[in-house]
């Protein structure tokens, strides 16, 4: 992605596409049924039928693309110093936070992600901006990661700023 | 409820009685405005004016009941706040997290020999009721407790946190100014928005005051003739007078905002390890900074200020984080000052040569050149066309989008001074990032100081091989960020910066 970055080296869990591509249908359901309810409330004319076809295709592409596209961008690797994550899709993130400046882990499940057997990992440090996500791992990784990261953290003194 | 806490050997210690007297003066204050009204216009229009004597009494009893349940304690380690009434809450916080100790006092507090002691410690300063603040002490004692908190047996050392290392070069031995107000600076209070919050402030408590005392102010003999002469004048005439009426009082209420806030403002260095900035006309605020913790500092350069080649400096601090308004939450190291002492200011703090913050930086390159004009120009290109399509379907006339012309060359200069001011260097251990046009920021970041990094790549980005790079930090504002650096280079720099850091995940 990057010339001279390399790639972390752990993909997340393939059952994040699913949960991906369900989360886009859902969204897109939504704005449907917005638009039809509007559509219904104006008299349903000619252009409202063109507006919810064109949603449809649009819904369909991005439930159908993102996800798959995003699976290839989202990498994560922790080493004995570092976590470092690749998100995203049409734009790409990367973040690394060093594990001695990292000052809590948490695990957070919501329920859509319970369904798909999913969690994620969030490890703060004392930077507001510095939070490092991630996301879509199975619950098998995460937890062995809470674990590896708590354990890590808890080794180093100070104040992590 | 922490029992534990209240032996006899615990040295609790109490706010100053004097504090108790502060709520009612200020009330009644408060309430001046209200009892003129009553005393000499006899009115009793509304139920508002009863309704504030209600709350004055409810705050009186509030701050009785607050003073008798408050009390603080210091310990060789940690620092103890205790209070509540109902639900009593005990707050410590060890005394190695102390970044920083602020003393504020409005008029009634000076008066009174009082000061509102801020103990800033980094975490949950922002949340109310977890912050340490002692309202008030006695002068004596306020300045006794700042002296034993930052100067005195700081207990253990953070140890492995790479930033305790602190700053050389900002150690004193004894009492040393770096920096005093000099009344020329004055010039540059208009320059900033300052005035425009302040003319705000005025109109706000101008209409709180009118209303709570009925005054008809057109019933006054002048502005009664000055409002009918205002009348008769030309429309443009009174677009233009109104105009000018209102760039007066800007420049007066901002000067006046100036003065009362930074007047006897003082920069000094009074030991080893701690810088205090002291300021205040009529209300008061000392802010003292361990240097320990001081990972940087900012000179910021709103357009009109860096026209007339004025900056603030500010300090990058964890635990302070950068607020808003004119004191910026207390990280203030400089207000509105000429250039040249701004950066002096910031060089001497840090212990850098003055050139970090007045030298070259390394460009971006034609890419990011590219980018400011594609965004600033595009956009109103945008804007232009969708005016002009409104025009040509008949739905709009055709000055709106005759007239948008004029914001194009506008565009174009701004995209021109955006690219100008971006830059970046690495130098010595220290990161320098500066950006935008309306407000200029140069930002000298202490390598020490970095705790990760976050690298972004939008779409258009990828295309043009730019990233841009933001070194994340505990201090000031959370992160700092080179926009649009070829990505090449950017790796360079996070790598220079934070080697250990990066350096395993670098394709060789």
């Known amino acids: 992605m990057l010339p001279g970055l390399r790639d972390p080296s752990n993909r997340v869990s393939r059952r994040a596409v699913g949960y991906w591509t369900a989360r886009a249908a859902a969204d897109g359901l939504c704005l449907l049924a917005a638009e039809i309810a509007v559509a219904v409330g104006t008299g349903f004319g000619l252009g409202w039928w063109i507006a919810l076809a064109l949603t449809v295709a649009a819904v369909a592409a991005y439930a159908l693309i993102m996800p798959r596209w995003r699976y290839r961008v989202h990498r994560w690797e922790v080493t004995g110093e570092a976590v470092y994550t690749r998100t995203g899709w049409i734009s790409v993130h990367w973040r690394i936070a060093p594990i001695s400046r990292i000052q809590t882990i948490d695990s957070h499940r919501w329920f859509g992600e319970r369904l798909f057997g999913l969690a994620n990992v969030t490890a703060t440090t004392a930077s507001a901006a510095g939070p ?7 619950r098998g990784t995460a937890d062995r990661l809470l674990d590896q990261l708590t354990a890590a953290t808890g080794q180093v003194p100070g104040d992590a700023t | 409820m922490n029992a534990g806490l209240d032996g006899p050997q615990a040295g609790w210690q109490w706010l100053s009685p004097r504090s108790l007297i502060v709520r009612p003066v200020t009330d009644l204050i408060r309430l001046l405005p209200v009892l003129v009204g009553l005393l000499f216009f006899g009115s009793s229009r509304g139920s508002g004016s009863y309704w504030g004597f209600g709350f004055a009494a409810v705050a009186v009893v509030t701050s009785i009941v607050r003073w008798c349940t408050t009390r603080y304690r210091i310990t060789g380690e940690r620092i103890y706040l205790r209070r509540g009434l109902l639900n009593q809450k005990v707050l410590s916080v060890p005394r190695d997290r102390i970044r920083s100790v602020d003393l504020s006092a409005h008029v009634v507090y000076r008066v009174l020999g009082l000061r509102k002691v801020m103990v800033g410690t980094g ?58 107000l000099s009344p020329a600076w004055v010039r540059f209070a208009p320059l900033t928005l300052t005035g425009l919050v302040i003319v705000g402030v005025v109109i706000g408590s101008g209409t709180q005051l009118i209303d709570a005392t009925h005054i008809d102010l057109t019933s006054i003999g002048p502005v009664h ?53 002291s300021r205040g006309l009529l209300s008061t605020r000392t802010t003292t900074i361990d240097t320990r913790r001081l990972r940087g500092a900012e000179l910021s350069e709103p357009l009109l ?13 964890t635990g302070l984080r950068v607020g808003r308004g004119a004191e910026h939450g207390g990280s203030l190291l400089l207000p509105p000052a000429p250039r040249a002492v701004a950066s002096g200011v910031a060089a001497t703090v840090l212990g850098v ?7 070259d930086l390394v460009r971006h390159g ?20 969708v005016l002009v399509a409104a025009w040509s379907t008949g739905h709009a006339p055709a000055w709106p989008w005759e007239s948008s012309l004029v914001l194009v060359p ?27 046009s309306l407000v200029r920021r140069r930002s000298v970041l202490s ?42 280079v950017a790796l360079a720099v996070a790598a220079a910066a934070t080697s250990d850091l990066m350096t395993p995940f670098l394709r060789s």
């Open chain 2, 123 to 180: 975490r949950n300063d922002r949340r109310e009721g977890e912050s340490l603040h002692l309202d008030a002490l006695r002068l004596p004692d306020a300045e006794a407790l700042r002296a034993m908190l930052l100067v005195g047996p700081a207990g253990p050392s953070v140890a492995g946190a790479a930033g305790a290392a602190g700053i050389p070069g900002a150690v004193a031995p004894a009492e040393q100014e770096l920096a005093r």
């Open chain 2, 410 to 436: 506008l565009a174009a200069a701004l995209a021109a001074d955006r690219y100008q001011s971006l830059g970046h260097r690495l130098s010595g251990g220290w990161l320098i990032t500066r950006t935008g």
């Open chain 2, 225 to 277: 003739r000055l409002v009918l002469r205002f009348g008769t004048l030309a429309p443009g005439q009174q677009v233009l007078d109104g105009a000018l009426v209102l760039l007066a009082c800007l420049v007066l209420l901002s000067v006046a905002g100036y003065v009362a806030l930074f007047w006897n403002f003082r920069l000094v260095s009074p030991g080893s390890g701690v810088l205090r900035v």
């Open chain 2, 447 to 488: 390598t020490d100081g970095i705790i990760g990094w976050r690298i972004h790549q939008s779409w258009f980005q990828r295309r043009q091989g730019l990233v841009s790079l933001a070194a994340t930090t505990a201090a000031g504002r959370q992160h700092y960020v080179a926009h649009d650096v070829p990505a090449a």
């Open chain 2, 353 to 359: 040569p003055v050139e970090y913050l007045t030298g």
């Open chain 1, 132 to 138: 490092v996500h991630i996301r879509g791992l199975d």
């Open chain 2, 366 to 385: 034609a890419a990011a050149r590219g980018r400011r004009y594609f965004r600033a120009v595009g956009t109103v290109l945008v804007l232009v066309a």
């Open chain 2, 305 to 317: 200020l860096r026209a007339a080649g004025g900056a603030r400096c500010l300090a990058i601090t």
